[in-house]
């Protein structure tokens, strides 16, 4: 017979990282019980929706969005157009740049034997143009708003090919390292240009997402820790001082570099302490639930239902057994359950008056009555997945048997009993 007993669980609850949906965390949730999972998957299905909610009509949000969405495609349009003028470029070799004949008709014969005359160091005029025309032919394919862009060498370059051309106008020769060294440094400055864009680029498509996930986890941690009736109000509150924060990051015209850094920190932290207590709180509400309706079930009577004690370590509820005495139920914070038989005795009785051979007897009988109901409500909570097994039994001794009087079941509820000056005296929200 157990007049104390301590039931422990077996597996305790695993962190689950409730901003990644259900289907992530059904394999974390397999140690809670059912009504605790389904606390946790109500709680991550509201918070979903709370978050998609409240993102579409955060103005600053949406704003911040369209701008830097507007600014990639910028970025992405203007890498295509230098990707091609880049291709031009990488095609063009002297062998292709001298035509069959030239501009006067003369034959191929001809111009390859003024190109001798020239020597191997310099080209022909018409060589020299159409090398010129081709690296023109590159840069025009800027379009006119992308030519004067931040960091774009596009005017920097043609200022350099006319200078060319107008060299080649006056009648100055066209030196063939000249020209080489003049299509590398137009190839070599559209290649930094564009590797500059495609940093800018990826960094702001960073920037944006970083930016997102906060405010996501943000929004929905704000529901989560809405959930559970005040539990959670510290974490809350900051969350909304970090919503705050993101929010006017949004609204800047450059975010900081490391302006996301400390946020995306501090929101991790209350993100682990949010998982962790909702793991826990639905954790105690589901066996709560599952306790009171099992032992109602076996015809159990509750006199006062699970509430916080006093000293905020432990939730606390009282049971009438059929046929008397009561049972009072602990749940402590690392999920163990107590159990402790009390007897009762109603209030025109002392409570400090020894123990009659019949009341010693009722003590005895309830005792072994709630021995065998012990084990069935195991049974029973270990069918709902709560994985528990008894840790700890005491048999109640007549020494060690506390004693309620109990004035009526309003004052069990209110919990307005107040304790007596007699040590052997016990109360319910004691």
């Known amino acids: 017979m157990s007049g104390t007993v301590v039931v422990a669980p077996i597996l305790l609850p695993q962190l689950i990282s409730l901003l990644f949906g259900a289907e992530v965390a059904a394999g974390a949730m397999a140690n809670l019980g059912f009504g605790a999972q389904a606390i946790i998957k109500e709680c991550m299905k509201n918070a979903h929706a709370h978050r998609e909610k409240e993102k579409a009509r955060l103005g600053a949000w949406l704003a911040f969005h369209e701008r830097e969405t507007a600014t990639m495609a910028e970025s992405l349009a203007l890498e295509e157009f230098i990707t091609a003028s880049e291709q031009k470029l990488a095609h063009m070799t002297l062998s292709e740049a001298a035509p069959v004949r030239q501009e006067d008709g003369a034959p191929a014969a001809e111009v ?69 060294a003049l299509g590398k440094m137009v190839r070599d400055s559209l290649a930094a240009f564009l590797e500059g864009l495609r940093r800018r680029r990826l960094h702001t498509e960073k920037t944006r997402q970083r930016m997102e996930e906060a405010l996501d986890a943000v929004l929905f941690y704000e529901k989560v820790a809405g959930s559970f009736d005040g539990e959670l109000e510290n974490q809350r509150g900051e969350l909304e001082g970090i919503r705050a924060q993101l929010l006017t990051l949004c609204a800047a015209e450059e975010i900081p570099e490391g302006a996301l850094d400390t946020l995306e920190k501090r929101l991790g932290t209350i993100r682990g302490e949010l998982d962790r207590a909702a793991v826990n709180i639905a954790q105690r509400r589901g066996l709560s639930e599952a306790i009171l309706r099992h032992l109602s079930e076996m015809g159990y009577e509750t006199m006062e ?79 709902e997945g709560y994985q528990y097994g008894v840790s700890f039994e005491q048999h109640l001794k007549e020494q060690s048997v506390k004693v309620v009087v109990v004035e009526s079941a309003e004052d069990l509820l209110n919990g307005a009993e107040q304790e007596a000056d007699a040590p052997g005296k016990m109360h319910l929200d004691a």
């Open 305 to 383: 239902e699970f509430h916080a004690a006093q000293d905020g370590l432990m939730h606390r509820a009282a049971l009438r057994i059929p046929g008397g005495e009561l049972l009072h139920v602990g749940l402590h914070q690392n999920h163990q359950m107590a159990f402790e038989v009390v007897h009762e005795r109603p209030p025109s009785c002392d409570a400090n008056a020894p123990f009659s051979l019949a009341e010693l007897a009722q003590i005895a009988r309830q005792e072994e009555r709630w021995c065998g109901d012990l084990r069935e409500l195991v049974r029973r909570l270990v069918a």
């Open 112 to 180: 390859s034997a003024a190109h001798l005359a020239l020597g191997a160091h310099r080209l022909a005029p018409h060589e020299a143009r159409q090398m010129l025309r081709e690296m023109s032919e590159a840069l025009d394919a800027f379009p006119e708003p992308y030519r004067h862009a931040a960091g774009n060498p596009w005017e920097r370059l043609r200022t350099r090919l006319a200078a060319v051309e107008a060299g080649l106008d006056a009648g100055k020769a066209g030196e063939r390292d000249e020209m080489l």
